[in-house]
């Protein structure tokens, strides 16, 4: 038997827009073991969506073989001794009286191989289908030979990916091009497309899709018949692939679209209009995840607009979707984006714990609470909202941004699990780091209450029509790890870089090359970036590049109040009190600034420029420092990527090369900007003399 794992040299062509299901590779496994797939499918009833869905993996694994191992498998139903078996557990046991090791919750699989065998189990039809994604996935990174056995399931049930798309076609906050859903005031598609798409979003577990805008606007009409044939059309397309749609809809939908004359989650006129809606929706999409609702935010409607509280709001649209088994997926970023600057109390970051701790409990079981993982909104570096470990009666889940709105916006490369390591890392101090809250609840039917559980991860997609999915071709990276890291938290940035890049760029150095750059992205992002969790010295509205006082005198709430001596916000006890949302040892740490992590470091405190840092180095010296080096760093990840020109196709070299060679005009920009802003209000020069524009 050949177990060598071979690259096939010229074969291999890396194409934008398979992303990281290239073709290409060579199977470790001998020919005669991939011929024949015997699969459950052959064997259900043709109806339902389980039915469904384990006919599709049994398309995916013949389809894999071929397009990306080169390998025609025949597809059938009959028994036989050797092949790839594939189907549900209960399947082996019916069929061939063989009981598999334990594979745990719904999604997941086991995958056993023996000389003449590969067995691909799953728990549940969505288990087969991840069973079959994985097997390929490790076979083309040869990791997959005779004896291999490999049983997994999924940390947590609700791994959502929330689209920011307009009934337009345009995408708020979107960088790789138009809507892969809409068009001109309707939804429009390619469909082919969208089935690529699914199949992307199955190979690494992503079971969730919101397809429209939390700032829902004008696709409020998407739960109107004028829309929902079409929307239900989009469904249909995804659930093969085991992935449910959510809709963002609009809290004052009973005035927008019914009519009435309010929406007070209180009325019965509204709660019997979202009954009525609710019901008719799933007429047309029966198995709807449910809706996804911003609320009192950012001049959204909400129940504040009534004097009553997210509890009430939430509750209102629960009662419509229970019927259904529906969810209501229900954000906290709420928060008054009307400040005065003058107002030194004023302290934003408190707002999703003081809006939402005090209603804990007071939530329907078809609940979900979104919080954002940090208590700003997506800055390269926030500590970790203090709501996490806090909430122990209401079901909840995080919601990350994979799209780069205050991250590069997929012009800089900005390799994202390393910051989600970071999060899933974090010591809540009620006993659980959030990686260890995951998956503490929520088990089982995704309905099913599971009072206090973090139980979902969530995060805004980076996705469009370009071509390679992602404007930027590296940050596909970024999607890929999202999914990986639902599916397990404890998965750390560089093996989700090992994996990403051995599957993208095959085998050899081309992989390792990449892995590195990818690597270095993120640090070198956060050192040139506003310093030491300040956050916000962004561009107002479009959020590109640096503009260091460009929301101090807004209405955002996001100020840093750098002066000639000292900046930051004291947000310890002596401050704004934001610091007390965690409990009181997490409290202490980040109260005490020689104990306080310093990449958080602004955040919690205000401190002088002559502020001792862990280094023994100032404050300022420490901004100087990480802004010159942030910059080399961007410089040398375009040096190490032009190593790699006779490596790549000239269209996917070219193209990273021209995105690294803007990002290295941004870098260059913030470096200086933050320099000279900083040089100017302490005119103390940096200690090694390098270039400060003064
Ligand atoms: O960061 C802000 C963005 C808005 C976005 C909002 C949110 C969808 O600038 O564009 O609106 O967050 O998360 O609701």
């Avoid at 709420?334 to 400040?339: E, F, I, K, R, S």
């Avoid at 260059?668 to 005119?683: G, K």
Wanted: with cysteine; glycine share 10%.
């Amino acid at each position: 038997m050949t177990i060598s794992m071979r690259f096939l040299k010229g074969y291999f062509h890396m194409k934008e827009y398979d992303c990281w299901l290239q073709g290409g590779f060579k199977a470790a496994l001998k020919a005669e073991l991939l011929a024949a797939i015997r699969a459950e499918e052959g064997g259900v009833p043709d109806k339902g969506t389980d039915a469904a869905i384990l006919r599709q993996a049994a398309v995916e694994l013949r389809d894999g073989l071929l397009k990306r191992f080169g390998v025609r498998a025949v597809l059938s139903g009959e028994p036989g001794e050797s092949g790839i078996f594939l189907g549900r557990a209960s399947w082996f046991l019916e069929r061939y009286g063989e009981r598999l090791p334990e594979i745990g919750g719904p999604g997941g699989f086991h995958i056993g191989v023996s000389e003449d065998r590969v067995v691909i189990a799953g728990t549940d039809a969505a288990g087969t289908l991840y069973g079959v994604f994985r097997f390929l996935a490790l076979l083309a990174l040869g990791e997959i030979k005779p004896g291999s056995a490999i049983t997994e399931s999924p940390a947590v049930s609700f791994r959502a990916l929330n689209h920011w798309d307009n009934i337009e076609g345009t995408i708020e906050r979107g960088y790789a091009g138009g809507s892969l859903f809409f068009k001109d005031g309707e939804a429009r598609y390619d469909a082919e497309r969208l089935c690529d798409y699914a199949r992307l979003l199955a190979s690494v577990g992503i079971n969730v899709l919101s397809i429209n805008n939390v700032n829902v606007r004008t696709s409020s009409k998407l739960i109107t018949e004028d829309c929902l044939p079409q929307v239900a059309a989009i469904a249909g397309i995804f659930r093969p692939y085991g992935v449910r749609l959510l809709l963002s809809v609009n809290f004052s939908s009973p005035e927008v679209i019914g009519g009435l004359d309010t929406s007070d989650p209180l009325d019965p006129k509204a709660a019997a209009w979202w009954k009525e809606r609710a019901a008719l929706v799933y007429r047309y999409i029966p198995d709807l995840w449910g809706f996804l609702v911003k609320a009192d935010s950012e001049g959204e409607g909400g129940p504040f607009q009534y004097g009553r509280t997210h509890a009430d709001g939430a509750n209102m649209l629960a009662a419509a979707l229970q019927p259904f088994k529906g969810e209501c997926v229900w954000r906290c970023f709420v928060y008054d984006c009307a400040q005065d600057w003058r107002n030194t109390a004023f302290d934003r970051a408190r707002a999703a714990y003081d809006h939402f701790k005090p209603l804990d409990g007071q939530f329907a079981d078809n609940v979900i609470l979104q919080i954002k993982h940090g208590p700003y909104d997506f800055q390269v570096r926030e500590p970790v909202s203090p709501l996490f470990g806090a909430l122990t009666k209401t079901r909840h889940t995080m919601e990350f941004q994979i799209t780069q709105e205050y991250t590069g916006q997929q012009i800089d490369l900005c390799f994202l699990p390393w910051m989600w390591q970071d999060v899933m890392a974090y010591d809540t101090g009620y006993g659980a780091k959030v990686r260890e809250l995951l998956g503490s609840g929520g088990k089982g039917s995704p309905s099913a209450s599971a009072r206090g559980g973090l139980e979902g991860l969530a995060a805004v997609a980076n996705t469009g029509l370009d071509n390679n999915w992602t404007g930027h071709t590296l940050a596909q990276a970024n999607l890929y790890g999202y999914g990986r890291l639902c599916w397990n938290p404890a998965l750390g940035a560089e093996e989700i870089a090992r994996e990403w890049c051995g599957l993208t760029f095959g085998p050899g150095k081309t992989a390792r090359v990449v892995r590195e750059i990818l690597l270095a992205s993120y640090p070198a992002y956060q050192k040139y970036n506003a310093p030491f969790g300040v956050c916000f010295m962004v561009e107002p509205r479009h959020h590109y590049g640096p503009s260091i006082e460009g929301y101090e005198f807004s209405r955002w709430g996001t100020y840093h109040r750098a002066g000639r001596e000292a900046i930051g916000v004291d947000r310890t006890g002596k401050g704004t009190g934001y610091s007390g949302q965690y409990p009181p040892a997490i409290a202490a740490v980040f109260d005490d600034p020689k104990r306080c992590p310093e990449d958080v470091l602004l955040f919690f405190h205000r401190l002088r420029y002559d502020f001792r840092m862990k280094n023994g180095k100032t404050l300022l010296q420490n901004i100087y420092d990480t802004h010159f080096e942030g910059y080399d760093e961007a410089e040398a990840m375009l040096a190490k990527w032009q190593t790699l020109e006779n490596a790549l196709p000239a269209a996917v070299y070219q193209s990273v090369r021209e995105r690294l060679e803007r990002q290295l005009v941004n870098a260059r920009e913030w470096r200086d900007q933050v320099n000279t802003y900083f040089y100017r209000h302490t005119l103390i020069p940096d200690e090694q003399g390098r270039k400060i524009y003064a």
